[in-house]
């Protein structure tokens, strides 16, 4: 099984997770991110929309975003478990 690739989005002086993986949704030939939950609400608020202008640029760069917990799977099963969630 091969380990997932991790990388680190800092965002307001914080470190979130996220995930490159190959894009196996659009059957198109390159990576995607999946960014944390985490992630996802430190971008946006429900009522006002995107924190800021760098929320909003950050946004644009991520596929989806998981559960913070599946970050610690192997590849196969966090695409697994995305592809069930994106389902």
Request: hydrophobic letters at 45%.
């Amino acid at each position: 099984m091969a380990s997932l690739e991790t990388i680190s989005i800092s965002y307001k002086g914080k470190d979130y997770t996220a995930a490159v993986i190959p894009d196996v949704f659009t059957s198109g030939n390159q990576n995607i991110i999946i960014g944390s939950h985490s992630l996802g609400v430190a971008l946006y608020d429900g009522d006002r929309g995107y924190v800021d202008e760098m929320a909003r640029e950050i946004d644009e760069r991520i596929y989806a975003f998981a559960d913070d917990k599946l970050f610690v799977l192997c590849l196969e099963e966090f695409i697994a478990k995305i592809k069930v969630f994106l389902d």
